[in-house]
């Protein structure tokens, strides 16, 4: 597959009112890089992904992902595509399990029906045992084991942090979206975010993109960055060029 | 304390977590078994009640305990299911076993009609939707005279399965007892598997369950349609049981009486639709025997029935939310860890880092 087909989202216009959150913005990600989308507050960076994840319904602009427009699909068909994604607000389910949170990841690779599932027979009850293989090696990667069978109401937010993007993981995605991961993390949890990085880009050859507002997070682990301000793009480029850029500059210390 | 030690990722979902359980539960069958022969008829009858009911919550648990999706017309579906298999029965002579199952595709058809129209409505606004249905369907009854009979009802007769007739309440109680055994592992089965997670996330987030790739119109109407098949069971089972079905079986009071069942039982919990059963079968009884304790001003009342129940209610969402069966895994708790139980274990952490409302 050629690069520049992987994923582009073009001239993708939303409008909340009278206020427009995003105006004509275009989006390009090379496959198998870390993509990160910084911009002050407010500046439209997770209506983007939204709009991406079709949480939101983008007015206007196309989004294409391995060739194909995905800006038509409802958000639970997005997930089948290959395109996972996490929240700035925790989105887990907070009365079940570790585990049972991770599972969930698989739904979209069930082959069972409602009936079968009744029956609870054969081919029900392999795939109830590989998707718990599946999740035990997520669980592997992210250092979750203590944590299995412990309902992600009691277990702490840093580790909810982890178990969202383990759900996210769990979905073998071949996108992943990042919500301000290490929003709410200490230093130490931020580096090891800083390592799953790069090791789901290089091991797991995911592309991702990422909103992000740690700049040393941005730095060091990612690939190119698109800075956002007032639902517009100011710059595309690499991390040195863009904080360099004196668009970027005055959006985010004023004249 | 128990150690578990797990060889296989199967047995984080086998039915019975230890042996003794297992144990526990095969005797718990073979007293229900064994109980027909010790016990008077009424007793017996009492018993054929509460498994029609835990049926009923059963479904209903399905669809507010684990999905939250709340429904105030159960006891429609439950006279849909009643009327299918009377009429079945009764005008065109189908036998009885394919009848059951045909009064629950019929409940579920009837689910399939409201879960519909209720996937663009929440909490308050859906109860309020669902018990809408519930009086259309009254009246329904009461107005559809060549079908239903009116206010007159339907006499329905017990039913016979090839040679072994169920025509008294002890042998009825068996085939109720078959018939609850099959649901109960039915929606044990549900629960173990991607469906019954993808309800449970409907419940505790809607965004994340799409973002999971969980389709919302596809499993919050199965979820009604599942729970309206299972009342519809229940309510054949209610219709050859009661041997006679009128409109004022189906009420109002009654749908009110299947929620208590599993608010007061535990919400969310297959153990708790069975307490909540037995709890409200043995309340109304409770009751009776108490008007003529209690002075005659309150004794006489028409509406104890009624206050009762909303007492019960508000004192278990104040005190025991969790319900009948919370409060057993606390003692349960209590017994298994025994010089370490404190009064905060079960202490419901409030966290504050949400900041968005959905």
Redesign the interface.
């Known amino acids: 597959m050629s690069d520049n087909g992987f994923f582009r989202a073009a001239g993708i216009s939303i409008q909340f009112g009278g206020i427009k959150a995003l105006e004509n913005v275009s989006l390009d990600v090379k496959q198998g890089e870390v993509h990160a989308i910084i911009g002050p507050n407010g500046a439209g960076k997770t209506t983007l992904l939204n709009c991406i994840s079709r949480q939101y319904k983008a007015d206007s602009g196309q989004v294409f992902f391995q060739g194909k427009n995905i800006l038509k699909l409802k958000p639970h068909q997005v997930v089948s595509r290959g395109i996972a994604r996490t929240f700035q607000n925790i989105e887990l389910f907070k009365n079940m399990t570790v585990m049972d949170n991770m599972l969930l990841g698989r739904h979209s690779q069930r082959a069972t029906g409602i009936f079968s599932d009744i029956l609870f027979y054969g081919k029900a009850r392999q795939q109830e045992s590989d998707f718990r293989l599946k999740v035990e090696e997520v669980i592997d990667f992210l250092d979750l084991q203590a944590y299995r069978n412990r309902i992600i109401n009691d277990v702490p937010y840093g580790v909810q942090k982890n178990v969202e993007l383990g759900r996210a993981l769990v979905m073998e995605p071949r996108l992943l979206l990042l919500d301000e991961p290490s929003s709410g993390l200490n230093m130490e949890e931020t580096q090891d975010l800083a390592f799953w990085i790069e090791d789901i880009r290089d091991d797991l050859g995911i592309t991702i993109i990422l909103v992000e507002h740690d700049m040393r997070l941005v730095m060091d682990s990612c690939d190119r960055v698109t800075a956002l301000d007032y639902g517009g793009v100011l710059a595309v480029g690499e991390p040195k060029e863009v904080v360099k850029n004196p668009d970027v500059v005055k959006a985010y210390l004023g004249e | 304390m128990r150690f578990e030690k797990r060889m296989?990722?199967?047995e984080?979902?086998q039915l019975f977590r230890y042996r003794s359980d297992m144990a526990w539960y095969i005797l718990l069958l073979l007293l229900l078994l064994a109980a027909p022969a010790a016990m008077g008829t009424y007793w017996v009858s009492l018993l054929i009640q509460i498994g029609i009911y835990i049926i009923v919550a059963l479904g209903l648990n399905l669809l507010s305990g684990y999905t939250g999706q709340v429904s105030l017309g159960h006891a429609a579906f439950f006279a849909v299911g009643a009327y299918t298999s009377a009429i079945l029965t009764g005008k065109y002579s189908i036998p009885f076993l394919l009848a059951l199952p045909a009064s629950g595709v019929a409940g579920a058809a009837a689910g399939l009609v409201v879960g519909l129209p209720a996937l663009r409505l929440k909490g308050l606004y859906l109860a309020i939707a669902t018990m809408g249905f519930g009086f259309i369907v009254e009246e329904i009854i009461v107005q559809w005279e060549s079908v239903t009979n009116s206010v007159n009802g339907l006499m329905v007769t017990r039913p016979v399965i090839g040679p072994i007739s169920f025509q008294s309440d002890k042998s009825y109680y068996y085939l109720v007892l078959a018939v609850v055994l099959i649901m109960v592992l039915?929606i044990k089965?549900?629960l173990?598997?991607?469906?019954?997670?993808?309800f449970?996330?409907i419940?505790?987030?809607e965004?994340?369950?799409?973002?999971?790739?969980?389709?919302?119109t596809v499993y919050k109407t199965?979820a009604f349609a599942?729970s309206a098949f299972y009342a519809g069971v229940a309510g054949s089972l209610f219709a050859h049981f009661m041997f006679f079905i009128g409109p004022e079986n189906f009420t109002i009071m009654e749908s009110i009486s299947f929620l208590v069942m599993i608010l007061v039982g535990g919400l969310?919990s297959v153990h708790g639709a069975v307490f909540g059963a037995v709890f409200i079968t043995f309340l109304p009884e409770a009751i009776s025997l108490s008007r003529g304790y209690l002075p005659a001003v309150i004794g006489e009342q028409a509406g104890l029935q009624s206050a009762v129940y909303g007492l019960v209610l508000l004192l278990f969402i104040r005190f025991e939310p969790l319900g009948l069966y919370g409060r057993w895994l606390k003692v349960k708790f209590y017994f298994e860890n025994f010089p370490f139980y404190k009064k905060d274990t079960f202490r419901?952490?409030r966290?504050f880092?949400?900041?968005?409302k959905q």
């Open positions: 296989h990722y199967l984080d979902v039915a089965n549900i173990r598997t991607p469906t019954g997670r993808a449970i996330a419940r505790d987030s965004i994340a369950a799409e973002s999971m790739g969980v389709s919302l199965a599942i969310g419901r952490v966290k880092h949400r900041t968005v």
